[in-house]
């Protein structure tokens, strides 16, 4: 098989079709691009998760009469439940936060929002004991056995206030994989149009190659390498939108929420690992719809 006429077939169905060619490739482009999207997400969420997952604690609130007359934990009830903690074998570290403390920590963090401070009182914040576990993603091994201990009024658990900041990150990953599976169906159909019309307008040349002896395989390869030539591009445009999304969204809009440590960063290696797989679908998707189309539709 002449490699020269393979190639040079493939260049004038590329040309004779080309706002055909043009928008497939765009579609493939904007499929591929939103399922890339996807799994920068995906990474993202992940890297998210760890970076909570190290800093992620339990209180354990105090009642009142502890918040208000040991400001130390020196007392026996206090100190009690200290070691307790320190000698559960589920704990990594144990750190107290007095009334006085937790107020501070409560005006640091609403700082935007003045009027909130202002009504807040010190006596309305509890002391607590901050714990950190060995296993962050169990804590109810504390709920269950220091609930109702003396000098106990509460635990907070810092994962529940975490699950609907998850859940949205989620419901935006699989938004943009459903996007991406309609695109996906958008593309496969203009794959299949592409290789049909491009056959239908060579086939007196198709017909008398094949009347001197050439196979079918020999016939159909230029269509089939068409399709995967427009996946290609589609696929390496694909990655630079990629990489312009990273610059101009995730660089510029979120890089201060990633500066401070609100959500986790996106590298350039992300990228680097997401575009194999979207390169091997294009190719796989090209590939497999022009073959199948060549056997069901086409008759060359």
Not at 206 to 222: D, E, F, K, N, S
């Amino acid at each position: 098989m002449r490699a020269s006429f393979v190639l040079s077939e493939v260049l004038t169905g590329l040309r004779r079709n080309v706002t055909m060619t043009v928008a497939m490739i765009l579609t493939t482009a904007v499929s591929l691009a939103t399922l890339g999207g996807g799994l920068l997400f995906v990474r993202m969420i992940d890297k998210t998760q760890d970076l909570y997952l190290d800093v992620l604690q339990v209180s354990v609130n105090l009642v009142d009469d502890v918040s208000a007359n040991d400001k130390d934990c020196a007392q026996e009830l206090c100190t009690d439940l200290r070691s307790s903690l320190e000698s559960d074998p589920a704990v990594e570290s144990v750190t107290f936060e007095n009334r006085d403390a937790a107020f501070e920590r409560f005006k640091r963090v609403f700082r935007a929002q003045p009027e909130l401070v202002k009504l807040t009182r010190p006596e309305s914040l509890p002391a607590s004991f901050h714990v950190k576990l060995k296993q962050p993603d169990r804590p109810e091994v504390i709920a269950q056995v220091y609930t109702n201990k003396p000098g106990v009024k509460g635990i907070t658990d810092q994962n529940k206030f975490l699950e609907e900041f998850f859940s949205l990150l989620n419901q935006v990953r699989n938004l943009a994989f459903f996007i991406a599976l309609v695109m996906a169906v958008a593309a496969l159909l203009l794959i299949s149009n592409t290789v049909q019309v491009s056959a239908y307008t060579r086939r007196t040349e198709v017909g008398i190659m094949r009347l001197v002896g050439a196979t079918r395989w020999y016939t159909q390869l230029p269509f089939l390498l068409e399709a995967v030539v427009t996946g290609l591009v589609g696929a390496l445009v694909a990655v630079g939108l990629l990489v312009g999304f990273k610059v101009w969204f995730l660089d510029s809009v979120l890089g201060d929420l990633v500066s401070r440590g609100v959500i986790g960063s996106v590298e350039a290696l992300d990228i680097v690992f997401v575009a194999p797989w979207l390169l091997l679908t294009a190719v796989g998707i090209s590939a497999i719809t022009g073959y199948v189309t060549l056997r069901l539709y086409v008759r060359t």
